[in-house]
């Protein structure tokens, strides 16, 4: 249990560690370099090295926007698989359809909050 706390930490750490170096030492903007994140996600993933990266660092290499990358890649090569040609479009967001409405909630919910708290 500790052990795969500190390894996402020191995994995941890496990965941010790496994006603020672009950002420190680049002129590269940070919405650049959180795209480039996805693709070398997805990227990693076609070429088979972002799984066992993902197994073995757990949510270091899931939660970060790599982690992404990989989760639209898995999803279009099932759904390429169970669908045909027609997965390309759907795979993706199927797979991602979870995070993503999980995230408008919460700015749904935080937008209310803070709406309400401004009102005060």
Known sequence: MIRDIITA???????????QL??????????????????AGVILSALGLYAPLAGFAGAGASVPLTGFGHLLAEGVRKAVERDG??????GG??????????A?????????????????
């Open 9 to 19: 930490f020191l995994i995941g750490g890496a990965i941010c560690a790496i994006g």
């Open 22 to 39: 672009f950002i420190d030492y680049t002129r590269l903007t940070p919405a650049r370099i959180l795209t480039g994140y996805v693709i």
């Open 85 to 90: 040609f027609a997965g390309v479009f759907t």
């Open 93 to 102: 967001l199927t797979a991602a359809s979870a995070g993503i409405t999980a």
């Open 104 to 120: 408008l909630l919460s700015g749904l919910t935080a937008s209310l909050v803070f709406r309400q708290r401004d009102k005060m």
